[in-house]
T-cell receptor, first 115, second 111 residues
Framework: DTGVSQDPRHKITKRGQNVTFRCDPISEHNRLYWYRQTLGQGPEFLTYFQNEAQLEKSRLLSDRFSAERPKGSFSTLEIQRTEQGDSAMYLC?????????????FGPGTRLTVL | DQQVKQNSPSLSVQEGRISILNCDYTNSMFDYFLWYKKYPAEGPTFLISISSIKDKNEDGRFTVFLNKSAKHLSLHIVPSQPGDSAVYFCAATIYGQNFVFGPGTRLSVLP
């Protein structure tokens, strides 16, 4: 399977704990995006990388959120001191490069539940 | 400020008929538009896209129409099938950077 993969698929944590999610994009794509989606809403943009450079961050991304893409391949999204309001589906997408163009393709998502 | 709007939260259509999903946007700088389909507990699946320099793009049963002067696009599905029942999201982007999504329309295709 050469699609976008995300790990874990589900995460349950207690308020105040740190969590980290991983995304492996389609290998030919140089852009990688993170989104958050809550029930009844469309995906909300969080941040985007072109290769290893983080080019844009949403105002939604508080100081507790950090994302990295150290070698321009996989990416991690860390949430520190989780709050109940962080409960959501976290989606990763990739695109760009010769193969991806301006279309982005999503992974299956990581569902986070903060108790 | 919602830059991409889908004003119909839900739509029901009989199998075999046409489904028309609508989307409006406010930012005239958007140069590329996409439609995604989403099933529960899965990530959105790309369906079809259109560049701002075109007014129509067709792929099998799916056609997207773009009316730039009205800042409106629509997705037509003909004929509709029960497997098309899902939530459909409209998205827009400038140069493939920040993608902005609408809130979605839930399509139900009735057998």
């Amino acid at each position: 399977d050469t699609g976008v993969s995300q790990d874990p698929r589900h995460k349950i944590t207690k308020r105040g704990q740190n969590v980290t999610f991983r995304c492996d994009p389609i290998s030919e794509h140089n852009r990688l995006y993170w989104y958050r989606q809550t029930l009844g809403q469309g995906p909300e943009f969080l941040t985007y990388f072109q290769n290893e450079a983080q080019l844009e961050k949403s105002r939604l991304l508080s100081d507790r959120f950090s994302a990295e893409r150290p070698k321009g391949s996989f990416s991690t999204l860390e949430i520190q001191r989780t709050e109940q309001g962080d409960s959501a589906m976290y989606l990763c997408a990739s695109g760009g490069g010769l193969a991806g163009g301006r279309t982005q393709y999503f992974g299956p998502g990581t569902r986070l539940t903060v108790l | 400020d919602q830059q991409v709007k889908q004003n119909s939260p839900s739509l029901s259509v009989q199998e075999g008929r046409i489904s028309i999903l609508n989307c409006d946007y406010t930012n005239s700088m958007f140069d590329y538009f996409l439609w995604y389909k989403k099933y529960p507990a899965e990530g959105p699946t790309f369906l079809i896209s259109i560049s701002s320099i075109k007014d129509k793009n067709e792929d099998g049963r799916f056609t997207v129409f773009l009316n730039k002067s009205a800042k409106h696009l629509s997705l037509h599905i003909v004929p509709s099938q029960p497997g098309d029942s899902a939530v459909y999201f409209c998205a827009a982007t400038i140069y493939g950077q920040n993608f902005v999504f609408g809130p979605g329309t839930r399509l139900s295709v009735l057998p």
